[in-house]
Nanobody, 123 residues
Framework: QVQFVESGGGLVQSGGSLRLSCAASGVTLDYYAIGWFRQAPGKEREAVSCISSIDGSTHYADSTRFTISTDNAKNTVYTQIYSLKPEDTAVYYC??????????????????WGQGTQVTVSS
């Protein structure tokens, strides 16, 4: 059974940084496109970062503040958020694109959504 578990969220002050982890089990991350998404209360879930092992590409909603990386030994995908703002407050999720195996595409192409990790940024 494939499972993604997000962690690393918390309460941080504006301007701080966080590294979120997406630990995969039941699957080996060697042929994948995994994205990070966030959902704030009352808002649609939106993509923030993505990494594809197929073409080695990374994609960001804001490339000045987000990075994404993979530790194959730990079967984990990380996204780092810098210069956090109160508007970054949301639940952050990771998921894998099983349809096109590339970054991008609508949310229904993604699967193995975890329970999410809460990020709260105080001003």
């Amino acid at each position: 059974q494939v499972q993604f578990v997000e962690s690393g969220g918390g309460l941080v002050q504006s301007g701080g940084s966080l590294r979120l982890s997406c630990a995969a089990s039941g699957v080996t991350l060697d042929y994948y496109a995994i994205g990070w998404f966030r959902q704030a209360p009352g808002k649609e879930r939106e993509a923030v970062s993505c990494i594809s092992s197929i073409d080695g590409s990374t994609h960001y909603a804001d490339s000045t503040r987000f990075t994404i990386s993979t530790d194959n030994a730990k079967n984990t995908v990380y996204t780092q958020i810098y210069s956090l703002k109160p508007e970054d407050t949301a639940v952050y999720y990771c998921a894998e694109n099983l349809m096109r195996r590339r970054c991008g595409g609508p949310r229904h192409e993604y699967a193995y959504w975890g329970q999410g990790t809460q990020v709260t940024v105080s001003s």
